[in-house]
């Protein structure tokens, strides 16, 4: 069974032995630091415990896998590893806990919305020939003018509904954007 399958089922129990191996109970085998990764970002929700004690060992176990992976340590800001540490001890640290488990939450719906837009820019971006050696917004023409004559799209700058109807709408005028680049070829 993967990860993906096993989403809407509940957590996936994994058992970790002293000998710092992962066992996977849904699919009755050993597992590695990096199985565990692909199976969280494919959207299995697990939980790990001490395979002695029962003891739930998920935070500290999904916090040695983001320390593995280098990538995944430049995704957090410097000032929150502060501000977390900073907490920890003190009356700040409940309050702080439940803001994190709301954000999470929050980030989790928005990014429901915004992921499909984004996956097809993407694939649209990926079909598109290699990029001219400089992108017209990086170098304006001197004229001032956009390129291909066209006056640039005016910024949405209503105030949104909400971050979420926010950040949609200028995805869509992102999206809009290239594909008229694509049209006029000044992509």
């Known amino acids: 069974m993967t990860g993906?399958?096993?989403r809407g089922d509940g957590p996936v129990l994994i058992k970790k032995y002293g000998n710092r191996r992962l066992y996977d109970t849904s699919r009755?085998?050993?597992?590695?630091?990096g199985e565990l990764a692909r199976m969280v970002q494919s959207g299995a929700t697990v939980r790990i415990v001490d395979a002695?004690?029962?003891?739930?060992?998920?935070?500290?176990?999904?916090?040695?896998?983001?320390?593995?992976?280098q990538d995944?340590?430049?995704?957090?800001?410097?000032?929150?590893?502060?501000?977390?540490?900073?907490?920890?001890?003190?009356?700040?640290?409940?309050?702080?806990?439940?803001?994190?488990?709301?954000?999470t939450r929050q980030l989790a719906s928005a990014t429901h919305?915004?992921?499909?837009?984004?996956?097809?820019?993407?694939?649209?971006?990926?079909?598109?020939?290699?990029?001219?050696?400089?992108?017209?917004?990086?170098s304006p023409p001197a004229t001032g003018e956009p390129p291909g004559g066209e006056p640039p799209e005016p910024v949405d700058t209503t105030p949104p509904d909400g971050p979420v109807e926010g950040l949609r709408r200028r995805i869509d005028s992102l999206l809009r954007q290239v594909h008229r680049d694509r049209k006029s070829g000044s992509r």
């Open 4 to 6: 993906k399958a096993r």
């Open 28 to 33: 009755s085998r050993y597992i590695t630091l």
């Open 52 to 69: 002695a004690s029962g003891k739930n060992l998920t935070r500290a176990v999904l916090l040695q896998v983001i320390l593995e992976q």
């Open 72 to 103: 995944a340590t430049e995704m957090i800001p410097a000032e929150f590893l502060h501000a977390v540490i900073r907490a920890q001890g003190t009356l700040e640290q409940a309050p702080f806990s439940a803001v994190l488990s709301a954000f």
């Open 113 to 138: 919305l915004w992921a499909q837009p984004m996956a097809n820019l993407f694939r649209g971006l990926s079909g598109t020939a290699a990029p001219p050696a400089k992108s017209p917004a990086a």
